[in-house]
């Protein structure tokens, strides 16, 4: 995936983008090279150690989730959800710039 795709998808500016790209890089985190079959496009993808602290974070965040939720039925956590993803659609249709997040959703 190239950093504009990232950015749009995190709702944050290509400069923005960049500079995490930039650390993530340095961190060993990420690669970044050029496409061969388009000089000008750039592709990011995930290191071994990348791919292994997002694992790790995603275990923390589901962990996390599972002990914010706790006291929800199944149903009350399927209603809670259905209005988060009608107040995100709100806020990217308000602002267009904001977008990307819920293409997963759907």
Do not use: Y
């Amino acid at each position: 995936m190239g950093p504009s795709d990232l950015a749009k998808r995190l709702g944050l500016t290509p400069a923005a983008m960049t500079h995490r790209i930039d650390r993530m890089v340095t961190e060993g985190l990420v690669t970044r090279e050029r496409d061969e079959s388009n000089r000008v496009r750039v592709i990011v993808e995930l290191t071994t150690e990348g791919r292994e602290k997002w694992l790790a974070a995603m275990r923390l965040a589901s962990v996390f989730e599972e002990d914010l939720l706790q006291d929800l039925s199944r149903e009350e956590r399927g209603v809670l959800g259905d209005a988060l993803t009608r107040l995100l659609r709100r806020v990217e249709h308000a602002q267009p710039d904001a977008g990307g997040r819920l293409t997963d959703l759907d």
